[in-house]
């Protein structure tokens, strides 16, 4: 199957799985909404274009706002960590990795403590710029954290858990797409 | 010039990148202060669609309730019969009188019909309720969302064959309620915090409040007949620096298990909105 069509599926997989499961859930907490759909911007290829990225990301939050009627909101925040990607990356991987030909960051891509650390960063990234843009409207610090907190933890949590379920298949770079 | 496109090209991506976020924050914007997003009804008609399919799924679990609620509502029609009511004695027999009535007179005001939910969120800041009724059955925005327990919104969104209303678990829910004991009318609000726990403000220290008390809608609002019920008063609090009780109110509907709901339309609604603007305007 082409990248292509495998991220197609992908993106309509995680925003149902968003919608219809994860936000379903009874509310454990009044700070805890199980988010999960930005993986889908942390799984693309390595290879593909800055600019396809960003719309990617925007594209995906735009789809989840038309959910859960809040245009703009997830939005901002994917295109956030959609951006701040690529300079991540070349931070995290070691200059000779580029030479080697994995498709997509995953733990045997990357190794363990960079792909954590890639992960745990934009996850944080995410949830603060999304509570952030919650907390400009209604205010309240202790709200702030502790949703941060939560959410974050709660994330990790369920992005570890899906790692361990779904393990891909370390894909090689072609040229196809 | 060349300068100018020189650096448009170098920073491209940078400048897409403010463009989607700047895009972003005028929807949201937008979005909360007119409740009107961006390829609004095209986008409500899709995610209806599968919200619809979703529910056709879930609705299956919550099959027990809704049968018990269903069951209630009966019985209390049921007593509403005229069969259930006897004159008092053959000699005075009572005869309901048409012409007693005046047609001119009395019109009808409010005018109920059914709605399945098949979106509902309750974790969100802002939550809301998409019914499957929209423009084509009628749906109007600014009709209210009564369910077989209590009152769950008001809609603000209106596709053509769906419709959106903002629940009462809403930052931006604002309902007029009165104690249904002394008739004191305040304000309902929700303030994001726990699901199924609402406030009610501006109710004066002067009214008598009891745990478990009523909590109706009033007869100043516009969307909702008065007398509806909201919920009942959960814990009773002042607020020292004014002369206004702080109420939490627990919700009479359970908005995890909305399933049918009423859609109320007040036949005035548009009457009495625009007078009520124009005086404000003047």
Not at chain 1, 80 to 108: G, H, T
Not at chain 2, 21 to 34: A, D, F, G, P
Request: charged share 15%.
């Amino acid at each position: 199957m082409s990248r292509l069509l495998i991220n197609i599926i992908r993106f309509i997989l995680f925003i149902l799985v968003q919608v219809f499961v994860l936000n379903k859930i009874p509310p454990l907490h009044q700070f805890i909404i199980p988010y999960l759909y930005f993986l889908f911007i942390l799984w693309l290829p390595f290879t593909i274009n800055r600019f396809l990225l960003l719309l990617a990301g925007f594209l995906l939050g735009l789809t989840l706002d038309y959910f859960t009627q809040t245009p703009g909101l997830h939005a901002a925040c994917c295109t956030l960590i959609a951006y701040l990607r690529p300079f991540l990356l070349n931070l995290l991987l070691p200059q000779d990795a580029r030479e080697q030909s994995y498709a997509e960051p995953s733990i045997r891509s990357m190794g363990w403590a960079p792909y954590s650390l890639y992960i745990v960063l934009l996850t944080a990234i995410h949830h603060i710029y999304l509570v952030l843009i919650e907390w400009l409207q209604f205010g309240d610090v202790w709200y702030f954290l502790g949703k941060i907190t939560g959410t974050t933890a709660i994330s990790l949590l369920l992005i570890f858990v899906t790692e361990m379920l779904f393990f891909r298949k370390a894909r090689f770079r072609t040229n196809a797409m | 010039m060349k300068n100018i496109f020189l650096f448009i090209r170098r920073n491209f991506n940078f400048l897409c990148f403010v463009l989607l976020q700047v895009v972003c924050i005028i929807m949201l914007k937008r979005y909360s202060e007119t409740h009107e997003a961006f390829f609004d009804s095209a986008a409500n008609e899709i995610t209806g669609r599968i919200n619809q399919q979703y529910s056709g799924f879930s609705s299956y679990f919550t099959l027990k309730e809704i049968n018990r609620q269903l069951a209630e509502q009966n019985l209390a029609l049921l007593n509403q019969q005229k069969a259930d009511f006897q004159a008092t004695g053959s000699q005075h027999k009572v005869v309901l009188d048409s012409s007693f009535r005046d047609s001119t007179h009395r019109t009808r005001r409010f005018l109920m019909s059914l709605a399945q939910v098949v979106g509902n969120s309750v974790v969100e800041q802002n939550n809301y309720v998409t019914l499957d009724k929209g423009s084509a059955q009628g749906v109007k925005k600014g009709m209210s969302v009564v369910g077989p327990e209590g009152i769950v919104g008001v809609i603000i969104n209106v596709s053509e064959n769906y419709s959106i209303a903002m629940s009462l678990l809403n930052r931006s829910s604002r309902i007029s309620a009165m104690l249904k004991k002394d008739k004191s009318v305040g304000s309902i609000e929700w303030d994001g915090n726990r699901t199924s726990y609402l406030t009610l403000k501006a109710i004066p220290k002067s009214a008598k409040v009891a745990r478990g008390d009523s909590v109706l809608t009033s007869m100043y609002s516009t969307n909702f007949p008065p007398g509806m019920m909201i919920g009942t008063i959960d814990a009773v609090n002042f607020d020292p620096s004014t002369n206004f009780f702080v109420l939490r109110v627990k919700t009479a509907t359970n908005f995890f298990t909305l399933q049918y709901v009423y859609l109320v339309e007040n036949f005035r609604y548009d009457e009495q909105v625009n007078l009520e603007k124009a005086t404000e305007n003047k």
